[in-house]
């Protein structure tokens, strides 16, 4: 007798990614040329609409050719509200409020949006970086709105609906590459939330998935972050500690790492971005008094930023007028990132002085409005800002700065916080 082999039905054909931005934006266009059909959906209307021309409102290499032929092929399109689909998976913004506070208002807003579309049978994975308990609680939140269904915080197994934590793991500048080749931890409510969520990310994803509880995926997203920024924080106190004894932290670093088991990062002018600057304060407030080194981490890598900006009020006063070139404000190379950029925070500290400041960003088009808005802060051009300053801080180790010969530094005062013209006067 003659077997019919029957093609597999892939496992989602239907899936919504809930915020277009740096994480939700890429994940849904390369869902969609895995030829799910996908929605996304975003609260800020001109991201929708640009979207759906085509368009993409952030800088990340190959993600325009990307967008562009997901959405020409019809599988990608961008809305304000939900819609039924058969995943939902929640990218939004987990910032902090005052005192370090994690603000969970965008995953709870999330939550409910989701809610009232849901249907038995439904995925729910959170993506976003969040303190540990936030699965469940999402869980609770659709619960209080849809009390027909059964949610896993309460009915495990027996429930109708999966809800797992899956936390993004991407380079910002390498997205496309580490979205599909990354191994991935998926934690869920429930073994069987894990499986269901594992069975949507193997649709695209290459790399391991590695299946926990929601719990433990939560904390193992908030160490990998804060294992990077305690690193980076010995790196930062040692160029201080190089710097008061006369020594160039780049050359002893490149030394000490010859020993085979020593690996010391690259010290900077502090450390930004929304993902390391902020995850290890979820730790933090979370577990207060055992989080002792990963609390003193943040408050070098944030006084690094303060460090260098008295270096260069100190350096300012053997000028009248000074004019200083800031070259950089994303929070590091080659992308237009400005979200907790210490270069930012440096060029505003600075703009509080009777300075000139010639701010050079060639990854955005415009000075984000709080530095536009201070009288003496101007964007420039390279070239142009280099030959009308007395001082150059180098803030961010951008490609079009690494060409800049040492000889248009001469008789300049030269800050370079990354190292990028180590050994130039
Ligand atoms: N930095 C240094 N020295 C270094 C390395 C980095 O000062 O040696 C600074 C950078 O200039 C930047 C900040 O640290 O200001 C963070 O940059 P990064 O490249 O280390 O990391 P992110 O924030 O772009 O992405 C991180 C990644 N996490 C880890 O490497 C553990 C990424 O995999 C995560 O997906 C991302 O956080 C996230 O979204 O959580």
Request: proline share 6%; hydrophobic share 45%.
């Amino acid at each position: 007798m003659k077997r019919v082999i029957t093609p597999k039905a892939p496992a989602f054909t239907k899936v919504s990614v809930l915020g277009l931005g740096y994480v939700g934006l890429p994940m849904a266009a390369v869902m969609a040329t895995r030829g799910i059909e996908v929605i996304g959906i975003d609260v800020n209307k001109s991201v929708v609409e640009k979207i759906n021309a085509g368009g993409i409102h952030i800088v990340e290499p190959g993600l325009d050719i990307v967008v562009r032929g997901a959405v020409a092929a019809g599988n990608l399109r961008a809305s304000l509200t939900p819609e039924p689909a058969e995943a939902f998976i929640i990218a939004v913004p987990t910032p902090f409020k005052e005192n370090n506070v994690p603000d969970m208002r965008y995953c709870e807003e999330a939550a409910r949006a989701i809610a009232p579309v849901l249907k038995a049978g439904d995925l729910v994975v959170l993506e976003s970086t969040s303190p540990v308990g936030t699965t469940e609680d999402i869980s609770r939140w659709m619960a209080a709105i849809r009390p027909d269904l059964k949610f896993p915080h309460q009915h495990g197994e027996a429930a109708d609906i999966c809800i797992a934590h899956s936390p993004e793991r991407i380079l910002p500048g390498r997205v496309l590459i580490e979205l599909v080749a990354n191994s991935r931890i998926i934690g869920g409510i429930t073994p069987k939330c894990a499986q269901r969520a594992a069975a949507l990310y193997r649709m695209f994803v290459e790399g391991e998935l590695h299946l926990t509880n929601a719990r433990t995926a939560e904390l193992a997203k908030l160490s990998e972050n804060s294992f990077r920024d305690v690193n980076i924080a010995f790196a930062n106190e040692l160029s201080m500690v190089c710097e008061k004894v006369g020594v160039d932290v780049w050359e002893m670093i490149r030394l000490a790492n010859c020993h085979p088991r020593v690996n010391i990062l690259q010290p900077g002018p502090g450390v930004g971005g929304h993902c390391i600057a902020v995850d290890p304060w979820f730790i933090v407030h979370a577990a207060p008094e055992e989080a002792r080194l990963i609390r003193t981490s943040r408050e070098i890598n944030e006084h690094k930023a303060e460090h260098v900006v008295d270096r260069v009020r100190h350096a300012a006063e053997r000028f009248r007028a000074p004019v200083i070139a800031c070259l950089g404000l994303s929070y590091k190379a080659d992308i237009d990132d400005l979200r907790e950029s210490p270069a930012v925070h440096i060029v505003k500290e600075l703009a509080k002085g009777d300075f000139q400041i010639l701010a050079v960003e060639p990854n955005v088009h415009a000075l984000p409005a709080d530095l536009a808005a201070c009288a003496n802060v101007e964007h420039a051009d390279l070239d142009d800002a280099i030959e009308r300053a007395d001082i150059v801080v180098l803030l961010v180790d951008h490609k079009e700065f690494k060409l800049v010969p040492k000889s248009a530094l001469l008789a300049r005062i030269v800050v370079d916080t990354r190292g990028v013209w180590a050994g130039t006067p």
